[in-house]
């Protein structure tokens, strides 16, 4: 389970900001899950939405506070399931 944050999303896709160390790599697949905003709970809890996305763009985001990534992922639309 890797946890980001949601930088902005539409119906198409979303851009999020990922921690450095996973290895996200354009054209790879996952499985998104969000949880409701402000809560810290258990990935069992609180879920209000998944989808398969496929990641399309990645790029380092240095800052003097973090170093992590900004993801562009779009969800497959054949096989995704909002709910």
């Known amino acids: 389970?890797?946890?980001?944050?949601?930088?902005?999303?539409?119906?198409a896709?979303?851009?999020?900001?990922v921690p450095l160390g996973y290895d996200v790599a354009?054209?790879?697949?996952y499985e998104i899950?969000?949880?409701l905003p402000g809560q810290d709970l258990?990935?069992?809890?609180?879920?209000?939405g998944s989808a398969w996305v496929t990641v399309v763009e990645v790029h380092d985001r240095l800052t003097d506070?973090?170093?992590s990534l900004n993801v562009r992922v779009v969800r497959d639309a054949w096989?995704?399931?909002?709910?």
């Open 1 to 11: 389970m890797l946890r980001c944050y949601c930088i902005e999303s539409s119906v």
């Open 33 to 35: 899950r969000s949880d």
């Open 65 to 67: 506070d973090e170093t």
């Open 13 to 17: 896709g979303m851009r999020l900001r």
């Open 26 to 29: 354009v054209g790879r697949r």
């Open 42 to 48: 258990p990935a069992s809890v609180g879920v209000i």
């Open 79 to 83: 096989e995704s399931d909002l709910r």
